[in-house]
Nanobody, 115 residues
Framework: QVQLVESGGGLVQAGGSLRLSCAAS????????MGWYRQGPGKQRELVAV???????TYAASVKGRFTISTDNAKNTMYLQMNSLKPEDTAVYFC?????????WGQGTQVTVSS
């Protein structure tokens, strides 16, 4: 059974940094892409960043240049380095892994940025 567990969220002041981690347990075959989404208060879930099997990355315009997505295949872990955080980055952040057959989601980790 595949599980995705996020960690690294917390409370940070504007301008600060956090690194989110997403640890995957179990075997996932034929991964198409992995990524991070977020859902702010009263908002719909939105894409933050994705990385494809080939290593190509895509970022939301609102985080480009501030966030970096990466993976460590040896550790089955994906990261989201978040710098220059803004209050509008406050949200629950979810990691996701999409394979040919199914898309997996983590439970989410709260990120709160104070002004």
């Amino acid at each position: 059974q595949v599980q995705l567990v996020e960690s690294g969220g917390g409370l940070v002041q504007a301008g600060g940094s956090l690194r989110l981690s997403c640890a995957a347990s179990g075997s996932i075959f034929s991964v198409n892409y992995m990524g991070w989404y977020r859902q702010g208060p009263g908002k719909q879930r939105e894409l933050v960043a994705v990385i494809t099997r080939g290593g190509s990355t895509t970022y939301a315009a609102s985080v480009k240049g501030r966030f970096t997505i990466s993976t460590d295949n040896a550790k089955n872990t994906m990261y989201l380095q978040m710098n220059s955080l803004k209050p509008e980055d406050t949200a629950v952040y979810f990691c996701t892994v999409s394979s040919v057959m199914i898309t997996y989601w983590g439970q989410g980790t709260q990120v709160t940025v104070s002004s």
